[in-house]
């Protein structure tokens, strides 16, 4: 399992937490359904633990998001992609929501996989939050426009001094938010932190199969034989990054400090 | 004719032409078959003068990319969208490999349509110029890669200061150039220039219909009723603009004068 998807950090972290309770209860008990049980106890525990970290970055993000705000968001970090039915980005709109705020999406639709108008804007819609979707390529125009007032995007891995790995796209967001001086927030679980990379050029990035370019199920889109580069995500560096909303805090610049602490400490707010 | 396209311009200069001509032919003779042939003489010189005209484009353009040079380009500016077998954006690129230059392109595929993975892939490939197609999402992340060296695209509209009006996405694609220092240009010919208008926010942009996006032909991509925002030009501010190569020569900024020399003089390389 941990061969599939290189640049996602936490669903390692899970598979590392299974692997070492299955060792510590191994040298405890000769019963392999005693031994069951506890791995299904601890999967239990992760899923629980999942859902309460979602309802804490809603929790700490929703400061962030102004009553009557536009959010863009960008493929799907919602209740589709975690445990229970909250989500990590759109775990902050649910959060803003929840605080009485009145709050809109923009979905970029988010190729080649399109998680944003088949996901987000299937579960923001169920959840009568108001979605428009848009192609990738109109996340410019419409923030020329004065249309959005916050980026919020997930993470698949947090290197230590905050770059961040995410779906394809979610890059030129970023640069593109800069440009129109939109805050740009990044919403994920403290255990997408990967300390052990000092920086994102270290994030290995996933290449897939070109067909998922080409082709939309069996329908294939363009002439035979075309060339396609995909690369699944891109790295988003720090310095474009406006602030990290994690369970355990809100982190802001200089990231080396302040996500150091939020993973040490449990804290709040931690702006250094 | 005119209702159908409100964001470009040298459509309605041709339709125009036409009219003028149809008007000016009619007060000189009864003869009806003698007015067809005046009007099919006169499409035909504007057929053979938008040939011309790429031709010139590209000769213009071609000094501008270096060689051994990767360009990334959007939509379709090619042989596809004009007369001839030259194009405009894909003019510079023609004009730089038959000037003896190895080129190479990256292309965006241009959701919705997917003028690039479409058109542009396909007519590149048949012309052995070595082309990869991405999706719109992914050009940033190739140009912090080091991958681009220059983008070349169209333009359906430019206003008298070089505020430039094309296909969706061109303005996300300029943002992203000028964040990592890639030369940005527009490749048009002069009558795409309309001098009636002050500035770029005075250019009209067409919004069509939501099932282009949700849709490709019959095949519905997401859920029902996702609402949609699909706008099909941006427009690009001239500050974020290098240079503008018409088949009158190469316009740089401040573009206020040098495309009125252009447009007046027709003139070359003109620097102000």
């Given at each position: 399992m941990s061969q599939t998807r290189p640049t996602a950090v936490n669903l390692f972290w899970a598979i590392e937490r299974m692997r070492s309770t299955f060792n510590r209860e191994k040298a405890l008990t000769q019963d392999v359904e005693e031994l069951k049980r506890k791995l299904v106890a601890e999967a239990l525990a992760i899923f629980d633990e999942d859902i309460s970290a979602n309802r804490a970055i809603g929790r700490f993000g929703e400061p962030l998001i102004p009553d009557g705000a536009t959010v863009l968001t960008h493929c799907n970090a919602g209740a589709l992609a975690t445990a229970g039915d909250y989500g990590t980005a759109l775990g902050v709109i649910r959060g803003a929501r929840d605080a009485g705020k009145r709050v809109a999406v923009i979905a970029d639709e988010t190729r080649p996989f399109l998680q944003g108008l088949r996901l987000t804007a299937w579960e923001l819609a169920k959840d009568n939050i108001p979605v428009t979707v848009i192609t990738d390529n109109m996340a410019g125009h419409v923030m020329k426009e004065g249309k959005i007032d916050a980026v919020v995007v997930g993470a698949d891995r947090i290197a230590a001094n905050g770059d961040t790995a995410n779906k394809i796209g979610t890059y030129m967001v970023a640069v593109l938010a800069k440009e129109h001086n939109i805050p740009f927030y990044v919403a994920a679980p403290i255990t997408t932190l990967d300390l052990s990379l000092g920086s994102g050029a270290e994030i290995p990035i996933e290449e897939r199969d070109s067909t998922e370019i080409t082709h939309i199920r069996e329908h294939q889109?363009?002439?035979?034989?075309v060339a396609v580069h995909n690369p699944a995500f891109d790295v988003t560096p720090s310095h474009l990054i406006t602030a990290i909303i994690t369970d355990q805090g809100v982190a802001r610049a200089p990231f080396q400090a302040s996500l150091k602490k939020l993973s040490d400490l449990k804290g709040n707010d931690v702006s250094a």
């Open positions: 889109l363009g002439p035979d034989g």
